[in-house]
Every structure is written in C-alpha cells, then in structure tokens.
C-alpha cells in the first residue's frame, strides 16, 4: 500500500510539472504567434506544436510503455530548451524549425546513448573505437576546417553546419569514464591522460579555447574521481599553465582576443562592445523582464548563442535566468546524491562529469558575457541556439539519467 501511495504521489508531481512547463510554452508560442507576421507564425507553430507532441510522446512510452520513473533530469532538459527555442523563434523564426530538428535528433541520441549505457559490458568494449573515432574527427576538423570567428571549429557540409568538438564532449566522458572503471592503475590512466593531451591539444590548435579549457577542467574532474590523488592533478594544472604561458610568449597575437577582459567598458565600441550591451540590457530587464521579443539585445551579433543569457535577463527577467542557472546545480547535486548508490563507478564518474561539464561551461557563458571571466564564445546548455550543441546536451543528459538505478529494469525487477 505504501508502495502504491509513492507511486501514485510521484504520477501526481509529474503531471503537474508537465503541465506548468506545457503552460509556459503555450505562452510563450501564442506571444510570439501575435508579434510574428503570417510565415513567422506557421513556423512558430510547427516548433512548438512539434516540440509538446514528442514531450509527451516521450513521457507516456518511458511512463506506461517503459515502467520508468523519476523525471527530474528530463524535465529541467526539456523546460530549459523550450526557452531557447523560444528566443531563437523570436529572433530568427526561419531558424526555429531546424533548432528544433536537432532537438529531435539530440532526443534520439539520448534515449539512445541510454540503451548502449544499459550494458556495462558493451561500453567496456567500445571505449577504444569511440576514442579513436573522436580524435580522428578532431583531426579531421583540424585539416580541413576553416576559421570562423576566430576558431576552426567548423565543418560545412552542403547548406549544414557541424561543431564537431561538441559530440566529441560526450565520447571523451564515455571514454574516461570506461578506461578508468576498473581497479586504478598507471596504465589505464596514462592511456585516458594521453587522449585527454591529444583531443585538448588539437583544439588548442584550431584555437577553440573555450572548448579546450572545457575539456581540461571535465579531464581534471574524471581523474580525480577514479584517483583522488592531488599532487598528479596539481603537476598537470601547473603543467597546462606552463603551456598556456608559452604559447601567450611565443604566439602574442592568441592574447589580443583577449584584450579587452577586465575593462572592456574602455572598448565600448570595438572589443568589448557585445559584452556592455549584455550587462546595459540584462540590467534593464528586472525581475520579470521587458516580454518576449521586446528586448534590445537581440539585434546584438550572436544574441542567441554567446549572449543568450543575457537576452533571457532581459526579455524574461531575473528570476528565469535565476532558475535557468540553479538548473544546472540541480543537475550536479542529482548526479552526486545517485552516484552514491551507481551500480558500477563508470555511471558514477560519467553523471558527475557530465553534470560538472554543463556548470562549468555555464559559467564561462555567463561570467565570459558580464566580464567577471575571459568571454571564451562559449554556448549556454539546452538554451544557446546551435544545433551540435543542443544535440552534445542531450546526450550529455543520459550520462546523468544512467546513473539512477531507477532507470533500467534487470530479470524484471527495477534496482
């Protein structure tokens, strides 16, 4: 009886939430349906309208199809999304149709990404093609690429673009996390040292910074898991600032993008131009905000990838761009409180690394925009627009999905 009572209390808190985030969605797409002209509106409605049918396609099969339950991670994936759809719809409506496309693949990719999660075994076994397969595609951007806004991070391919770096962060998780699942040795750490080296290595030199410090720091969160040991990790901080330093001395034009950090008010129409936008319009939008698509920080260049938080402080207020951040945490304490309980040590390093990879780059995101850290042009989580970074997300998610014992069934019975 007690059973059914939390199964039923539990049934309850889902519908309710779903239903608040269906709520917001549907104000916000009739907001932007009466501001838009009549081809902007068909696209609204097909984002929106296409995004609530697959979320509660997705809900029902995983709730009465599946048996799963606990939908904590899935909701704060799909209630920060719908705001980025929101403002990508609102500033570039022919756009919002594609976001929302590689939101469907990066849904797929993580149910998935959850199936090959749900054997151990198979994980173990495909660890060394997942790393050879990501590296080469790092290389392979390396070669053939060409700069974009200062970094050679893309590959154009027909009328599509790919930031292959950023499903690159999903393998490099999966690869760390199974070279070092079993017993601690010098040998399966020097060979996850070795790839981490190679894939940050080569992203320094397509000088996609940004990405490559993202890397580090996950690198740095995978080796303390498995080996707690932190003189290493300190010999390997202190040796990537040794290399950070000569390449400054010996390359002095990398530190020019960076020139404008600390006093960018000093460059208030060159280099620092995005970032006094970001903190004049963020600060105007108090704690409700100015409403959908009347903000002014959407006609800033890039508004909604690197300065969509900024956009959101304005045009939905604080306390969403409040909410969006404490997200994040939320999803680092739940992959801390499972991890406790993970069936293997490979879910529990892959949850935390995951979860600790979106706080970290969040907050280059938002520290970089607001001038408190470099601004490394980095994407913010489920919200930037991008269709390999929402994709990246998503997979990034079932890391923190696996790790509940809630989530798979085993000979019937759910551990």
């Known amino acids: 009886m007690e059973s059914l009572k939390k199964k039923s209390g539990k049934n309850v808190n889902l519908a309710i939430m779903l239903a608040v985030i269906t709520l917001f969605q549907l104000i916000c797409a009739f907001t932007l349906i009466n501001k838009g002209e009549s081809e902007n509106r068909l696209n609204v409605i097909i984002t929106f309208g296409g995004y609530i049918l697959v979320e509660y396609v997705y809900f029902l099969c995983a709730r009465f199809i599946l048996g ?171 040796a990537a600032l040794l290399g950070g330093v000569l390449i400054l001395r010996f390359k002095p034009y990398v530190a020019n993008r960076f020139t404008a950090f600390g006093h960018v008010w000093e460059y208030f129409d060159t280099s620092g131009y995005q970032q006094t936008r970001v903190m004049i319009y963020s600060a105007s939008g108090g704690l409700f905000g100015v409403g959908i698509g009347n903000g002014k920080l959407r006609n800033i260049f890039a508004a909604t990838e690197d300065l969509i938080f900024g956009v959101v402080c304005e045009e939905f207020g604080w306390i969403m761009a409040a909410a969006i951040l404490l997200s994040y945490v939320a999803l680092l304490v739940y992959s801390i409180k499972h991890s406790r309980y993970a069936r293997s040590s490979f879910y529990a390093i892959c949850a935390c690394a995951a979860a600790a990879l979106m706080l970290f780059q969040a907050s280059l995101n938002v520290f970089g925009v607001n001038d408190i850290l470099p601004m490394t042009g980095v994407t913010l989580p489920f919200v930037s627009r991008g269709g390999s970074s929402i994709m990246s997300c998503w997979m990034l998610l079932a890391f923190i999905k696996a790790v509940d014992r809630g989530t798979y069934r085993y000979g019937g019975v759910r551990q």
């Open 68 to 238: 799963r339950r606990g939908f904590e991670v899935e909701l704060i994936a799909f209630l920060l999304t719908s705001i980025g759809l929101s403002v990508t719809a609102s500033v570039y409506p022919s756009l919002a149709v594609k976001q929302l496309v590689a939101t469907l693949l990066g849904i797929a990719g993580f149910i998935v990404l959850q199936i090959i999660l749900r054997d151990i075994n198979v994980c173990m076994r495909l660890r060394y093609p997942a790393a050879f397969l990501a590296f080469g595609l790092l290389v392979f951007t390396l070669v053939f690429a060409k700069f974009t806004n200062g970094a050679k991070n893309w590959i154009y391919i027909g009328g599509l673009s790919i930031q292959p770096s950023e499903l690159v962060k999903v393998v490099f998780i999966f690869v760390g996390a199974a070279t070092l699942e079993k017993l601690q040795s010098n040998k399966s750490l020097t060979k996850f040292i070795i790839f981490a080296m190679g894939c940050i290595g080569t992203l320094f030199l397509m000088y996609d910074f940004g990405t490559a410090l993202i890397f580090f720091f996950t690198f740095l969160v995978i080796s303390f898991m498995r080996s707690g040991d932190v003189r290493t990790l300190i010999l390997v901080c202190a």
